[in-house]
């Protein structure tokens, strides 16, 4: 039996692709990390009758991880990657990429703790290794798109100075978007690469990988940080950046008083309540800042967490600036709050962003990502915020 006959046949395979001619004609590069999300898209991709080549890249090894359940691009899932291939009979390509990815990803990520930032692996690996590389790939394979299996839309634009153009749009199941994620997309990666899963529920992707045969059709979702192999990510950073877990003082950023000790920066994050261990006091203290020069974590009330506007550095922009109301998200798993836009976006530019009204626990490190309604407008990295 065809994978054709396997996938539900309500589906238009060949419009999740927007190829620019006849299926026959074409070839799509799948990026595979051995998920149940791109394992459909390899499969869908299949029915359209284009040529398909699946592509993973193998970014970490790092012993307990290769064979947790819900890892990513490790072990089982270049197994489970393959496996689904051999079934759809495409091509399937393996790239050791470990190197790069600590350099670009894992350091990056341990230089950030250390020095008192709230780190995103997920976008970092997104601007890197996951686009940056595997479209360099699908170009010289001579693909006419490389597909993913992240949950966004790419819309064309239909009026204006949006006409004809590409454009990045929250997924219809707002419980599985990962817009957030992928704000640093350019216009040109955006022209070239394909989001098949952007319009469909999870439940749905799941039957469909069921219906397709794949083995992993109820393999676990991937982690937030998949190369922490125990979701204990202070051991990670500790083990390449010792110095973070020198214990130093818990400082009240008010009046300077120390009030205890802590155990290590790469332990707090802004707006972190629990594990500071200091009692006896009048009101909940918080985490406001951390001073990683002189290995200080500062606390104070949660009013000292309420900033009216943040720095953003590293900007990039998808599409014209749309002249209507614009949202921002400070945190991945934040709701989109009313901004204004204080100064140019894209093109690496620095910007501000100023909240309608207070916003509370904006880390420096974490990605502000702007919306204008459900269409992803960009964003950048925050750099530092305003009482």
Known sequence: MTTATLIDPSLDTAALFDLP????????????????????VAALAATTGAEVIGITLQLYDYGAATGRKGACCAGDDISDARAVCDRLGIAHYVFDH???????????FADDYLAGRTPVPCIRCNMGPKFTDL???????NADCLATGHYVRRVMGTAGAELGQPLLYRAVDPARDQSYFLYATTDAQLDYIRYPLGGLPKAQVRELAEQAGLRNADKPDSQ???????????????????????????????TGEELGTHKGVIHYTVGQRRGLEIGGLAEPLYVVGIDA????????????????????????????LPDEPLTAKVRSLSKPVPIILDGPLGDNQRTIIRFAEPEYGVAPGQAAVIYA???VVGGGWIDSTEA
């Open 21 to 40: 001619r006849d299926a026959k004609d074409c070839r799509i590069v799948v990026a595979m990390s051995g998920g149940v999300d791109s394992s459909v």
């Open 135 to 141: 479209l360099r790939m699908a170009k010289e394979l």
């Open 293 to 320: 020069a002189k290995a200080h974590v500062l606390v104070g009330p949660k009013r000292m967490l309420a900033v009216s506007a943040a720095h953003i550095i590293e900007t990039n922009r998808i599409g014209p």
């Open 98 to 108: 470990e190197s790069a990815f600590r350099e670009d990803v894992v350091e990056q």
């Open 373 to 375: 309604g459900e269409r």
């Open 224 to 254: 937030d940080i998949c190369f922490v192999p125990d979701g204990d990510y202070a051991k990670i950073v500790r083990s390449m950046r010792p110095e973070g877990g020198e214990p130093g003082a818990i400082v009240h950023a008010q």
